[in-house]
């Protein structure tokens, strides 16, 4: 059977057929539901389903000494010197345990110490851990060992100090407040960071939302999580967005996990997008074999020659090409620095006891801290929206947008799928159905008031048209349908039936 498959790139057609092949030739010769897995994670570790091990080879890619399909079936010719237990009980346990003496020699020695009675001994805390790495305790079963995420990824930045003032629970459902690092996150065990989120925008807030929005920057650079070499976010293998979203739950708290998922994984992907650019500035050359040699340590080669590849098509620099004009165009940038528009919000929130709209949000993010703006266009913008602010005659309201707001007034209508100065997550719709808007604020709004007005005016021309029609047929002598006998009348002819009865 061909393997050289093994070794080609894991978003590659001959890969992915290798792997469909693999596990047809794996499943086909067991009758278990689950067989062991040979991603370079598991290293035949744990037993899994068919869908969990093709995830994991398409994420983690196929332990490459592993040529010898012996655990799923393949046969091996045994020399004579092998090993034949008296107990016939053991005999395929034990020339497993020989065939992996020669191919894995860590991992078959690990399975031996794990099958001896009375052994013992305490789990090393490594990052990554390996079959070799003691990471599992005595008294399991091997299939027990779980990868551990204890410490930010090789290719991440050095964390900050800043300590971030949030809340974190156990096991047993107790909250207590603490002062962590985004670094501190990675050592929590037995309790998770409590996120909070608004209700209104579901967007995370206050130093939760800072900490977890930095824990994700730390987290996109694993790229043996999250490969590098793909070319569109939602596109990525559903296998690795869940693994992902089980090591983030692993950390954190939600309080709506389904619903948080949305937001929580799409801001993952910019951070990804982010770290996908940085590589590209650092490591690019003139040329794409300049590129190829010139692979960051910790980026495994395949990964970084599909990236490189995808990075010197004419298709992604015409792409890059109108990223940067459509960049050229925001001429009105805020002074919000790192913090998010959701946190910023609540912060004036906090600040002032109202939710600002949009048009005070805009003033408050494009004025500088000696009271200029950022720049000549923000200006009148801003003096247009505190305009149209100075003219409302009724009480505003508590929603951070609406479709008719001074806002979009002065910027024009929104476009589907994007809020503008409102950040990540909502969209015109979502924000529809969560404003808290009153019923008389909805009655007042001159979008409902011009529309009363037009069917009012519709109706008046109707009834216009009514009454022209009744004078024009009045006119008409003698027309032609006028003698046209009505229809029988069922009910009347039953009832002159009964009575000649």
């Known amino acids: 059977m061909d393997k050289s498959w093994i070794n080609k790139p894991r978003l590659s057609q001959d890969y992915r057929l290798g792997v469909k092949n693999f596990l047809d030739f794996a499943f086909g010769k067991s009758n278990a539901p689950m067989v062991k897995c040979p ?21 983690h890619g196929f332990l490459n000494s592993y040529t010898s399909w012996i655990v799923h079936g393949e046969d091996m010719c045994v020399t004579e010197n092998a090993r034949v237990p008296s107990d016939s009980a053991h005999v395929e346990l034990d020339s497993t345990f020989n065939l992996l003496d020669d191919i894995f020699p860590d991992i078959s020695a690990n399975m031996n110490e794990e099958h001896e009675e009375g052994s013992s001994g305490q789990p090393m805390d490594t990052d990554r ?33 800043f300590k971030w003032k949030i809340e974190v629970i156990d096991t047993a459902g107790k909250i207590e407040g603490k002062m962590i690092t985004s670094k501190e996150v990675w050592k929590i065990q037995n309790s998770k960071v409590i996120v909070h989120f608004d209700e209104v925008s579901g967007q995370p807030i206050g130093e939760s939302g800072g900490l977890l929005g930095s824990w994700l920057g730390q987290l996109s650079n694993d790229v043996n999580l999250l490969p590098i070499n793909y070319s569109d976010w939602r596109m990525v293998n559903p296998h690795i967005k869940t693994k992902v979203w089980e090591v983030i739950q692993s950390k954190f708290w939600f309080d709506d996990p389904p619903t948080r998922k949305v937001f929580v994984m799409s801001a993952l992907g910019s951070r990804c997008k982010d770290v996908k650019l940085r590589l590209w500035k650092e490591y690019k050359r003139d040329s ?63 600040k002032t006891g109202k939710r600002p709209c949009r048009a005070k949000f805009f003033i408050e993010t494009r004025t500088k801290p000696n009271g200029s703006f950022v720049c000549e266009e923000a200006k009148t913008r801003a003096e247009k929206l505190t305009t149209l602010l100075g003219q409302k005659s009724h009480v505003t309201n508590n929603a951070i947008a609406n479709l008719d707001d ?46 009363k007005s037009q069917v009012k005016e519709l109706s008046d021309q109707a009834r216009v048209w009514a009454s022209s029609f009744a004078v024009a047929f009045a006119n008409i002598p003698n027309p032609a349908f006028a003698n046209v006998p009505s229809p029988p009348n069922p009910n009347q002819e039953r009832s002159d039936d009964a009575v000649r009865d």
């Open 39 to 59: 991603c370079t994670r598991c290293s035949l570790a744990k037993s899994k389903t068919r869908e969990d091990i093709e995830g994991d080879l398409i994420c």
């Open 288 to 350: 794409l074999s300049e590129t190829l040699l010139n692979r960051p340590e910790n980026v495994p080669e395949n990964q970084w020659g599909h990236f490189v590849h995808m990075r010197f098509t004419e298709k992604w620099k015409k792409m890059q090409e109108r990223n940067t004009e459509s960049q050229k165009k925001n001429s009105m940038p805020h002074v919000c620095g790192r913090k998010s528009f959701s946190r910023k919000r609540n912060d004036i929130t906090i």
């Open 129 to 161: 851990p390996s079959a070799s790495s003691g990471n599992s305790k005595k008294g399991e079963g091997f299939d027990e060992i779980i990868t551990k995420y204890d410490m930010p990824p090789p290719l991440a930045a050095e964390c900050k100090s």
């Open 406 to 451: 001074e806002y979009a007034q002065v910027f024009g209508p929104e476009r589907p799928g994007r809020v503008r100065c409102v950040g990540r997550g909502p969209t015109p719709s979502k924000l529809v159905n969560h404003s808290p808007v009153t019923r008389q604020e909805i009655e007042n709004s001159e979008m409902v008031i011009d529309l």
